[in-house]
């Protein structure tokens, strides 16, 4: 059942445009305006929320169903994700008896494809998909403050089969939108998709549409702030109204201090006043909140705080995170059960071998290019019992996680935890200076950064290397013998301090002629040493007790 591809036309482009200057949009909407779509009663039964979430985004999942299911909440929730990378085993495990099911949408989307499945597009996605006539969704880093199951009795929802809450944004009577969907302009605010509940019967057409707009991301986002005005323009085009909560989002400074949350009411109030006042303008974004904003608080209809969203004002800069401090929000009523939560996940955490804590307190940092060879890597390490650590190449470049794959961090890490230590080898000290910089000054007590030629650095040592890690010299498409040669030669000054249970991984090897990697590996299999794991990465172990001599 493609629902929202029933109508679908063949690859419309955005940009053609013959007289009206969007015709094959506004073809595509006539033709779904006049078509009927079937509500599939059979598949959809009851209530229940959903929740768009994975990788860095599950710990403050992990709050939030904590916090649903103290506060009193029994609704069925599902987690849904884009693939299983993005969900590291301890979560299912965890949240397994709070009648939490996980659901990779990667795995549905083969019997319901969908042209792009990003993580806005997985919102309507859910949404339609889940089983639950009637559905609560909640963003990853979005938080209850009590059981949110009156909404569903709400006179709002019984009254328009919808509810949604205020964004901090308006589009103007000059805004592209209203031309687009052939609305007439009116003076409202954007919706807040943050949380937004349906009763997907009454909403089932409108839904559809929401879906294709996100669908044609590189078309509508042209025109709105990602999918924030996918969901109110598609009820607008069906002409189908919509209750939306009568109370402003507070948003909550991060660089300073506000007693209490009536202060921060009467100040959020008089933005949106100024931003009234610019409504001529095609878009709002009031970009002085940028620097103010860490978290917002949105109200129930009564107008007491019923859900904290930590998106950070873009990005989920103030999310939930396990590695370092969270942001303390005091007037958000559970804030200190979310920290409490929070430690409680670390104390799980901690429990897990090195690489499993890794991907579940880091999982944003794995480069998707290394991630299997990096879980082959130092599941070997630990089960070696490896301590003595080298690095040829260091980390250069801050936050350059899936370009570089910043390995010093991770091989620093390892060391903290098997009691081993690092030496990372690079000939630029400013490239040195950014590795101390991003390790931090625990583990760069356990690194030894050595400014030097690593053939000479290696074939200078009198210790045995435990894992040896080569990735110096770039390695470049129109020459790449000159990387090739420096890995083999790293290789055979490091040969001699090789023992039958040490490692070799060889970076940067998914290229033409084996990358990097083009001359070492061949030799090394050549040489007693056989292939482990091999994609972009290549992990290497001794095939036969004994030292190279």
């Known amino acids: 059942m493609n629902y929202w591809h029933e109508?679908?036309?063949a690859d419309w482009r955005a940009h053609e445009r013959k007289g009206d200057r969007w015709l094959p949009w506004k073809q595509y909407i006539r033709a779904f305006k006049a078509a009927e779509f079937h509500y599939p009663s059979d598949a959809m039964s009851g209530r229940g929320i959903v929740i768009p979430a994975g990788g860095?985004?599950?710990p403050g999942a992990w709050v939030t169903v904590?916090?649903?299911?103290q506060t009193g909440c029994t609704l069925p929730v599902?987690?849904?994700?884009?693939?299983p990378d993005e969900v590291p085993?301890?979560?299912p495990e965890l949240m397994a008896p709070m009648d939490v099911r996980f659901v990779d949408a990667r795995a549905v989307a083969q019997a319901h494809p969908a042209r792009r499945l990003g993580g806005w597009q997985l919102k309507p996605y859910c949404v339609i998909l889940s089983p639950f006539d009637e559905v609560l969704l909640l963003d990853g880093d979005n938080h209850p403050a009590r059981d949110p199951t009156f909404l569903f009795d709400s006179p709002e929802l019984q009254e328009t089969g919808s509810l949604f809450w205020p964004d901090r944004v308006r589009h103007g009577p000059k805004s592209s939108l209203w031309d687009l969907f052939d609305v007439p302009y009116r003076d409202e605010l954007a919706h807040e998709t943050g949380q937004m509940l349906f009763d997907k019967r009454r909403c089932w057409k409108a839904l559809q549409l929401a879906m294709h707009l996100n669908e044609y991301p590189d078309f509508h986002y042209q025109h709105s702030h990602g999918d924030t005005a996918t969901f109110r323009f598609a009820l607008h085009t069906l002409g189908q109204p919509f209750s939306i909560v009568?109370?402003?989002?507070?948003a909550v400074p991060v660089n300073r201090k506000v007693g209490d949350i009536e202060t921060l009411k009467r100040e959020t109030a008089q933005r949106f006043l100024i931003a009234n006042r610019a409504a001529a303008q095609e878009y709002i974004d009031m970009p002085e909140w940028e620097d103010l904003a860490a978290v917002f608080l949105q109200m129930d209809p009564a107008g007491d705080v019923l859900f904290e969203h930590r998106s950070g004002g873009g990005g989920g800069r103030a999310a939930f995170r396990l590695g370092g401090e969270n942001l303390f929000v005091s007037q958000f009523p559970q804030e200190q059960t979310c920290h409490?939560?929070?430690?409680?996940?670390?104390?799980?955490?901690a429990s897990l071998p090195f690489w499993d804590s890794i991907e579940t307190a880091h999982g944003e940092r794995i480069s998707h290019k290394r991630r299997a060879g990096m879980k082959t890597l130092f599941r070997l390490a630990a089960e070696r019992d490896a301590k003595t650590l080298i690095e040829t190449g260091t980390l250069r470049?801050?936050?350059n996680w899936e370009g570089d794959g910043g390995m010093s961090w991770f091989l620093a890490r390892y060391a903290a935890r098997a009691g081993g230590r690092l030496a990372t080898i690079d000939t630029d000290p400013n490239a040195l200076d950014v590795a101390r910089k991003t390790l931090g000054e625990d583990l760069a007590r356990l690194t030894d950064f050595v400014e030097f030629d690593s053939v000479a650095h290696l074939q200078s040592l009198s210790q045995d290397i435990d894992l040896l890690y080569l990735d110096s010299v770039d390695y470049i498409a129109a020459a790449p013998q000159k990387s090739q040669a420096h890995c083999l030669n790293e290789a055979l000054a490091a040969l001699p301090h090789l023992h039958d249970k040490s490692i070799i991984c060889v970076d940067d090897c998914g290229f033409p002629g084996g990358g990097k990697g083009g001359m070492a590996v061949p030799y090394l299999c050549e040489n007693g040493w056989k292939i482990v794991h091999q994609d972009y990465i290549v992990v290497l172990i001794r095939e036969s007790e004994g030292r190279y001599a």
């Not at 599902?78 to 693939?83: A, K, R, V």
């Open 56 to 58: 860095h985004y599950l």
């Open 340 to 349: 409490d939560l929070i430690d409680e996940l670390r104390g799980h955490v």
């Open 246 to 250: 009568p109370h402003h989002m507070v």
């Open 66 to 69: 904590n916090l649903l299911r």
């Open 7 to 9: 109508l679908s036309l």
């Open 397 to 399: 470049m801050e936050g």
């Open 78 to 83: 599902q987690i849904w994700h884009l693939g």
């Open 89 to 91: 085993a301890i979560y």
